[in-house]
């Protein structure tokens, strides 16, 4: 705590007016007190004698009114914090305090009645701060899967601690590389930078060479602080952590509105050596041990609908499938309870998605006729108990107040006049026309660079593929290059940002029909993941999202629209792509608004449970969405009670404390001294000293 | 003894209660006391006495029917007998109303003998209440008692009488002072002398605050043949203040002002000086014959008189 902290050229106008202020008060005429006395010239006599020492008196009298002076100048003073002058020999440092998710496992005690990681680390990080020396200079980083600061780089304990109960748990990893890059930033130039780590050292070893790099590079001292070994007197049978590592939704490739759910579950009893992966493998030699039974519900909507006893193997991934499932917007829960045992962390004992909804799609072909395409499209799913709707129009008959009813329209070898008012498919356009620019005409051309990264391109190969013929587009703002040869554009896709909404289009620069491409495999798959990319369906976006990442969902508007089919979809189904913000509803209950770029609202997820985001002028139902762990890293609970930098490295040392006890903070003993001349002064008044 | 009217009105306080307190004292006063105080004094002066005090010589005028015969035809001169003539001693009581004896006086329309918020009486309260009991004793000793109230000069005066039923006089005559004027001995007992003719007991009930000091006004009265005697007033509250901080000082009389700030050693140095000014006074009557008695308002009167009493030749 410090007080006000003003700089000297305020201090001394504050004690020029204050000083001011008692002088002028000082010099004011006393009004006394009236007392008639019968006869005065005694008292004259009394006052004659003591005239003699009135110089004393008026010594008496400036006496205290230096008195006074030196009272409101050691106020004025107090008001500026000064301290004692610091030594070289001062700490810079940073205390980072793990908040990730395995820091929520209780440690100790009873179950339900012990404390938790995280309460203990901060009650370490206290002890820690006020064996700190008066030149010790530090800040509070809490690490997660974001290392940020709690506050500034203060020498002022109480501060300090202020920003150790600043610190919460999140539902994430934590970011070691980064939070030690921060400390980096944050000791930059200052002098013996020191980093103190307070943890259960659940971190990956790969992580772990920052801290080699700190003391190399940075120049770091870092120190770790490790979690005590606390009995568990109140626990019976095996102590550990069950974890669901995994649950994960995905639709059938041939029928996109059925799903499978995958459920992956692993144990990990305490004692647990350190130096688990991000997969979930488990070192050589650490498999063995006995099963540990254990208890898989899954709820929909929270009604459970399928329990399955199972056992888990230490250290070993066990996985569930669930096979058709269907439904629309249905909540998926995975529960796991250990039989016979204590499970120190519940948050991954539970995992949640949805099942997400998928329209219908209403697709429109104008073409003269093309059983290559149409074939395709009842290889990916069209028909009456699938997801898509097929229709036909010949060119000459091609309306576009028409096509804005569809989902998607396929232009094969036909370039409309305008550009319709749904995603597109261009198959070879042509013209003045064409929405997409045509510099130039390839003859035999060979697709060499290929983008494999888009959605419209997974699990999509090119190689080889022919063509007689081939337009090499001029890419526009916002088209994307999905393949081509030698830098020449020959299959593009586009995102545009209109009133109504995200409109998506992919164009081929070459006629269907003058290719192998429809022979192959790869096109019934291409136009697959085209007619998904336009309906927002990535496979990594379904159902759920996994913490400690920033999350970039694409915004749906009018979600309600389904029920007036696919014509509706795609007015329904865009994003606005012109709001800057949409709300998000956390799982405890919390409304955030959160940033929208380019259609995509932006979140850094650190909380387990259902999201419902939504447009902030639309209304209910909005998208929902699930968030887990899914960090095994986390599960496994590990405590080290030993850290190294890296996997040979040194061990890190325990922090000293700091070399003087005593706070260099003056203001403290600054305003004990004005007290005691406050009661001097009051002493000697009433004493007749100084009247 | 005279009798007493029962169902006389309580002038300012002086009730049958006061009454009869100067009863108790003057029958105290008589068994004790007994034969040392006497009302019939012999004068020096020769009159129509029957006891023979001396000769003179005759001088053309003289009656001749005191002419001693008996001398004129034994030595053949003419001698005049001289007979003592006894006289009443007239007993004149000064009491001081100046503004200084208002002292302890809430002045909210109370009688003066009245104590005040704290218990106290006024100095004037005080000395009247003193005046009363004098006149009493020397009423009931068939002495002529008058009364001067004086402060810059004679204020007021009660011509003097004697008989016990005359103390109701007295009562009013006190009853109704009010302190005023500022105090000035020398005037007033200038004033007193010259106007009183019957020389007797002067007895001066002040404090004794006259800035050109007391000597003068007290000498006067010894010039002038009177059996001057002092009873000085005194209040606590004076002679050993309470005063503590920053005060403005006023006189009472002459209305001067002097800011102080008091502390206990400037109290305990107004104190000394207090004292001194009393033993100056006491030393003055002692060396000059006069009866000094120095009244504490914290004494209650009635021991204050039987001091008196007691001591006796206070009044001589």
């Known amino acids: ?691 | 003894m005279a009798p007493v009217d029962e169902t006389a009105p309580a002038p300012d306080g002086f009730d049958q209660a006061f009454l009869k307190k100067l009863e108790y004292l003057h029958i105290v006063a008589k068994k004790v006391f007994a034969g040392r105080l006497r009302a019939e004094r012999r004068s020096r002066k020769t009159g129509a006495g029957i006891e023979f005090a001396d000769h003179r010589q005759y001088t053309p005028g003289d009656d001749l029917r005191y002419l001693d015969w008996a001398v004129y035809g034994r030595m053949d001169r003419l001698l005049l007998r001289l007979f003592e003539e006894e006289e009443d001693l007239y007993i004149y009581i000064l009491i001081d109303s100046s503004t200084s004896m208002r002292l302890g006086w809430p002045g909210d329309g109370r009688p003066l003998i009245a104590p005040g918020p704290d218990g106290r009486m006024a100095k004037l309260g005080y000395a009247a209440q003193v005046a009363a009991a004098l006149s009493y004793v020397g009423l009931s000793n068939l002495d002529r008692v008058a009364l001067h109230a004086f402060s810059d000069g004679i204020r007021d005066t009660l011509q003097s009488g004697r008989g016990k039923g005359r103390i109701f006089k007295v009562f009013d005559f006190l009853g109704a002072l009010r302190p005023d004027g500022q105090t000035d001995l020398r005037a007033s007992l200038s004033e007193f002398v010259h106007k009183t003719r019957r020389r007797g007991v002067a007895v001066v009930l002040s404090d004794f605050y006259d800035a050109a000091g007391y000597e003068e006004g007290l000498n006067l009265l010894r010039y002038h043949r009177f059996e001057p005697a002092v009873i000085q007033i005194v209040d606590p509250r004076e002679s050993r203040p309470q005063l503590r901080g920053d005060l403005d000082l006023v006189d009472m009389e002459t209305g001067e002002r002097r800011q102080v700030t008091l502390t206990d050693a400037m109290c305990e140095a107004y104190a000394r000086a207090h004292s001194e000014y009393c033993q100056a006074l006491e030393a003055f009557c002692d060396s000059r014959g006069i009866g000094y008695l120095r009244a504490d308002t914290n004494v209650p009167f009635e021991d204050l008189m039987l001091r008196v009493l007691r001591e006796g030749g206070f009044l001589r």
């Open chain 1, 1 to 691: 705590m410090t007080l006000l902290g003003l700089p000297l050229l305020q201090l001394l106008s504050i004690f020029a007016a204050a000083g001011g202020a008692v002088t002028a008060l000082y010099l004011l005429k006393q009004q006394r007190r009236r007392v008639e006395v019968p006869f005065v010239q005694l008292w004259q006599r009394v006052l004659q004698r003591s005239d003699a020492t009135s110089w004393w008196r008026r010594l008496l009298r400036l006496l205290s009114l230096l008195l006074q002076l030196v009272i409101v100048a050691l106020l004025v003073a107090s008001m500026g914090d000064p301290r004692l002058g610091r030594s070289q020999s001062g700490r810079t440092l940073v205390l980072l305090i793990d908040a990730s998710a395995s820091m929520q496992a209780r440690l100790g005690g009873a179950a339900g009645a012990a404390t938790s990681r995280l309460q203990v680390a901060q009650g370490q990080a206290r002890e820690f701060i006020r064996s700190l020396g008066g030149d010790d200079l530090a800040v509070v980083v809490a690490l997660d899967g974001q290392p940020a600061p709690m506050g500034g780089l203060s020498y002022d304990e109480r501060e300090l601690l202020a920003q150790v109960e600043g610190v919460r748990a999140r539902d994430t990893g934590a970011d070691l590389p980064s939070a030690i890059e921060l400390a980096r930033a944050l000791l930059a130039g200052r002098p013996r930078p020191t980093v103190v780590l307070f943890s259960d050292g659940g971190f990956e070893d790969a992580s772990l060479q920052a801290l080699t790099t700190a003391r190399v590079e940075g120049g770091l001292d870092v120190r770790y602080v490790p979690l005590p070994q606390v009995a568990r007197p109140g626990a019976a049978g095996r102590v550990g952590n069950a974890a669901i590592t995994a649950l994960a939704v995905r639709r059938y490739r041939r029928n996109r509105l059925s799903y499978e759910v995958l459920v992956r579950m692993m144990w990990f009893p305490e004692a647990q050596p350190s130096g688990v992966t991000r997969d979930g493998t488990v070192p050589t030699g650490q498999a063995g041990g006995t099963a540990q039974p254990a208890t898989l519900e899954l709820l929909q909507d929270g009604e459970v609908v399928d329990v399955q006893a199972i056992e888990l193997m230490p250290n070993q991934a066990v996985e569930r499938i669930y096979n058709n499932l269907s439904g629309a917007g249905r909540n998926i829960e995975a529960r796991l309870r250990l039989n016979g045992a204590t499970d120190v962390l519940g948050l991954d004992d539970r995992a949640f998605t949805v099942l997400p909804e998928r329209r219908r799609q209403r697709v429109l072909i104008v073409t003269r006729g093309n059983l290559f395409l149409e074939g395709a499209l009842l290889a990916t799913g069209a028909g009456e108990e699938n997801h898509l709707t097929i229709e036909r129009v010949a060119p000459a008959a091609y309306d576009a107040a028409r096509a804005a009813r569809y989902d998607v329209v396929i232009f094969d070898a036909f370039t409309p006049s305008t550009a319709p008012g749904a995603h597109a498919i261009y198959l070879d356009p042509q013209g003045a026309d064409s929405p997409f620019a045509i510099a130039a005409t390839a003859k035999s051309p060979l697709l060499t660079d290929v983008d494999g990264t888009h959605p419209v391109l997974r699990w999509v190969s090119l190689a080889d593929v022919n063509m007689s013929r081939a337009s090499v587009f001029r890419p526009g703002p916002g088209d994307r290059v999905l393949a081509g040869m030698f830098k020449q554009p020959m299959l593009l896709a586009r995102e545009e940002h209109t009133a109504g909404g995200l409109r998506r289009s992919v164009a081929v620069g070459f006629d269907l029909r003058q290719s192998d491409l429809p022979l192959r495999v790869a096109f019934p798959v291409l136009l697959m993941n085209a007619l998904d990319w336009f309906a927002g369906d990535v496979d990594e976006d379904l159902g759920s999202r996994r913490t400690g990442q920033t999350w970039r969902m694409p915004l749906l508007r009018g979600s309600g629209d389904k029920a007036t089919g696919g014509a509706g979809a795609r007015a329904a189904g865009r994003s606005p792509g012109l709001g800057t913000t949409a709300n998000l509803l956390l799982p405890d209950g919390e409304l955030l608004a959160v940033p929208v770029s380019e259609g995509y609202a932006l979140h850094y997820g650190q909380r387990v449970g259902f999201y419902e985001l939504s447009p902030p002028d639309a209304a209910p139902p909005a998208q929902r969405f699930a968030a887990n762990l899914s960090d095994v890293t986390e599960s496994a609970a590990t405590i080290r009670p030993a850290l190294r930098e890296g996997a040979m490295g040194p061990s890190l040392r325990p922090p000293e404390a700091g070399e003087q006890a005593l706070r260099r903070t003056l203001w403290p003993y600054l305003l004990l001294a004005a007290l005691a001349l406050l009661w001097l002064e009051w002493w000697t008044y009433h004493r007749r000293y100084t009247v």
